[in-house]
């Protein structure tokens, strides 16, 4: 932009953001959150304390003339001590749903991971900084920002060419899902393309994604911010953080998922439904958890630490879980015909698994993200399926 140019600063309100529960106001701006203030207070440690306000799905939307945009924000960054620092987080620029621009900001606070079991971290403040994005096509247009799924941000400010006001309502229907670090968007590099993000572009819903990295465990507060959040469309991936945090023996596992389905129901009760069981995890199939940093390798990769003779005393497995999802969406639907379950395998299976390994051994690469995104929009949201849209 010339310096003759004239900016348009606009302060970011809460009416411009989507995919999000609750915003909190900071000193420097607004900070959306993935769950209420009310369930923040029960969350039990850092890690999901930390995954929840990761903005994962979570978007600016806006309409606008210009051809020339700034976003003012203060990340927070997060680094493994004694590993390389990873990428900026991107900022994806939509333009009327397409993917046209994209951006990273420098700087930010920083949280370095001192411990990976524990998540012991220490915090070092950081100062804020600009997505730029320019060249922008001319005309009244419809813009999404999506915030880096991996990086705590603080909204500021806007500063555009052109006026901007928040999008207006679509009229789409609002799909929330719920998942682990999966659906959250681990090893996908950008944010609108993590898979919850691609199945949501392809059925054409505005997405509201409670993906909580290493902490899909069933949590009662997750299951009441569900069912005060206001949905068309509901989705459950459980499973791998249970067996990965051996959280669970089988005994208490299937009357948790039994209430957290109640749970939802309570202000949901005929809303589409759907229970979804864990993806192919070689490290998991048959041995229970916990899991394990493993570093042999020099790279971060991770292995599973149970004993698979335990399963008889009611350990975890991903295969036992499938078995026991299975059984309760069975026995479910028949008094629920709006409830409905998909098998993991469909969605990332052994043809899946051997075209596009996992390079961690627990989280799809990008590729990966794609083809979950692609095979849930083709079962759930396409033909006839759970969450197809109805005509006539």
């Not at 700034?70 to 991107?90: H, M, N, Q």
């Not at 998909?342 to 990966?368: K, T, V």
């Amino acid at each position: 932009m010339s310096t003759e140019q004239k900016w348009i600063t606009t302060p970011v309100t809460a009416g411009f953001l989507r995919g999000h529960l609750e915003v909190e106001e900071t000193a420097h701006g607004l900070l959306p959150h993935r769950l209420p203030a009310w369930a923040r207070r029960q969350i039990p440690d850092d890690r999901l304390a930390v995954a929840e306000a990761q903005p994962s799905g979570v978007r600016l939307a806006f309409r606008t003339r210009a051809t020339v945009v700034e976003l003012d924000t203060l990340p927070t960054k997060r680094v493994y001590l004694g590993f390389p620092p990873p990428p900026d987080g991107v900022y994806d620029l939509l333009v009327d749903g397409r993917l046209t621009a994209q951006a990273t900001v420098n700087g930010g606070n920083l949280r370095t991971i001192t411990d990976m079991q524990t998540q012991t971290a220490e915090f070092t403040e950081g100062p804020a900084g600009t997505a730029h994005f320019t060249d922008l096509p001319a005309g009244e247009k419809d813009i999404e920002i999506w915030l880096p799924h991996s990086e705590i941000t603080e909204v500021i400010a806007l500063r555009t060419d052109a006026p901007v006001e928040p999008a207006p309502d679509n009229g789409r229907r609002v799909w929330l899902h719920h998942g682990s670090s999966i659906s959250h968007g681990s090893n996908a590099v950008f944010p609108s393309t993590i898979w919850p993000a691609l199945a949501a572009s392809t059925g054409g819903v505005e997405l509201i994604n409670l993906g909580f990295g290493g902490s899909a465990l069933v949590d009662p507060f997750t299951a009441r911010a569900m069912r005060d959040t206001p949905a068309d469309l509901i989705s459950v991936k459980l499973g791998i953080n249970v067996v990965n945090s051996d959280a669970m023996r089988l005994r208490a596992f299937s009357p948790a998922i039994h209430g957290f389905l109640d749970t939802i129901r309570e202000d949901h009760p005929t809303t589409p439904l759907l229970l979804v069981s864990p993806l192919l995890c070689p490290t998991h199939e048959n041995t229970p958890g916990p899991l394990m940093p493993d570093l042999e390798s020099g790279t971060l990769r991770f292995k599973a630490t149970g004993d698979q003779a335990e399963t008889a005393a009611g350990r975890l497995t991903l295969t036992i879980i499938r078995d026991v999802l299975a059984g309760i969406g069975k026995q479910r639907a028949v008094e629920d015909p709006n409830l409905h379950y998909l098998d993991g395998l469909d969605l990332y299976g052994e043809s899946d698994h051997a075209e596009f390994p996992l390079p961690d051994a627990i989280h799809p690469s990008p590729e990966g993200h794609r083809r979950i995104g692609e095979n849930f929009a083709r079962l759930v949201f396409e033909n006839n399926g759970p969450f197809a849209a109805k005509t006539g």
